[in-house]
């Protein structure tokens, strides 16, 4: 299913600027037990990306 396809046109836009950041060091932050999925079949940010394993958490 792609999420994206049932978002607004103006979601749609206001979320590109954060695909060039990078969240990993608020990761590290988060201070309650998370699930942060990502993947294998991401085309914008390819799992390769983004670090493995997940650099400064506790479980990965």
Do not use: E, Q
Not at 10 to 38: G, N, Q
Not at 39 to 57: E, K
Request: aromatic share 4%; proline share 8%.
């Amino acid at each position: 299913m792609n999420v994206a396809a049932g978002a607004s046109a103006y979601a749609s836009v206001a979320c590109v600027p954060t695909w060039l950041t990078d969240f990993r060091a608020d990761v590290a932050k988060i201070d309650v037990p998370a699930l942060i999925p990502h993947g294998t079949a991401d085309r914008i940010l390819p799992i390769d990306a983004t670090g493995r394993p997940c650099r400064g958490t506790s479980v990965c």
